[in-house]
């Protein structure tokens, strides 16, 4: 059973940074073709993907994004953090972690963040 | 970055109606193209890949085509549990995109 969850704080300051980390179960990022990826959305907006991380530690970023946002692994805990650098209150939204390397298969219940000083 | 649009934004429709969302690439995706259904407070769900392959567990009655530049998700009987947001989403190229959403709602 594959499951996926999403961790960190509810609420950051404006210029802090965010560390998010997936937690997911019944595969492993230790397998060949295997990727996590994050998307957020912000209330009531739509879906933006933000950055893919594969088996072989490769790594792609949204292009607006790119700049403040690093992606890692753990694959002996199953896991895959997330930073976000310089946080605004434009970034608040539901931060999701998703599997596979193209489409998203499964999702995390997903954790809202909200960036207010 | 490939550009996607949607359209329409909104459609109100019926129990029984057959809806179409139609989905427009800025370049060719061949068929690396994939929908989502998103009910709100929830997670995306995968309704079709490869725009037109069905994704295990999604009802029958939802079906994709196309391909390139122009997909389009049918629901061939729309039920009350298909009230919710659609979205597709490429993956010929990174960065991935989805598209702005179309919300079916009850008319």
């Known amino acids: 059973q594959v499951t996926l969850r999403e961790s960190g704080p509810a609420l950051v300051k404006p210029t802090q940074t965010l560390t998010l980390t997936c937690t997911f179960s019944?595969?492993?990022?230790?397998?060949?073709?295997?990727?996590v990826n994050w998307v957020r959305q912000p209330p009531g907006k739509a879906l933006e993907w933000l950055a893919l991380?594969?088996?072989?530690?490769?790594?792609y970023y949204s292009t607006s994004l790119k700049t403040r946002l690093t992606i890692s692994k753990d694959t002996s805990k199953n896991q895959v953090v997330l930073t976000m650098t310089n946080m605004d209150p434009v970034d608040t939204a539901t931060y999701y972690c998703?599997?596979?390397?193209?489409?998203?298969?499964?999702w995390g219940q997903g954790t809202l963040v909200t960036v207010s000083s | 970055d490939i550009q996607m649009t949607q359209s329409p934004s909104t459609l109100s429709a019926s129990v029984g109606d057959r809806v179409t969302i139609t989905c427009r690439a800025s370049?060719?995706?061949?068929?690396?193209l994939a929908w989502y259904q998103q009910k709100p407070g929830k997670a995306p769900n995968l309704l079709i890949y490869?725009?037109?392959s069905l994704q295990s567990g999604a009802p029958s009655r939802f079906s994709g085509s196309g391909s390139g530049t122009e997909f389009t998700l049918t629901i061939s009987s729309l039920q009350p549990d298909d009230f919710a947001t659609y979205y597709c989403?490429?993956?010929?190229?990174?960065?991935?995109?989805f598209g702005p959403g179309t919300k079916v709602d009850i008319k």
């Open positions: 989403q490429q993956y010929n190229s990174f960065p991935f995109t």
């Open positions: 370049q060719s995706l061949g068929s690396w």
């Open positions: 490869k725009a037109s």
């Open positions: 019944g595969f492993s990022l230790g397998t060949s073709g295997m990727c």
């Open positions: 991380i594969d088996w072989a530690d490769d790594k």
């Open positions: 998703a599997r596979t390397c193209s489409t998203f298969d499964y």
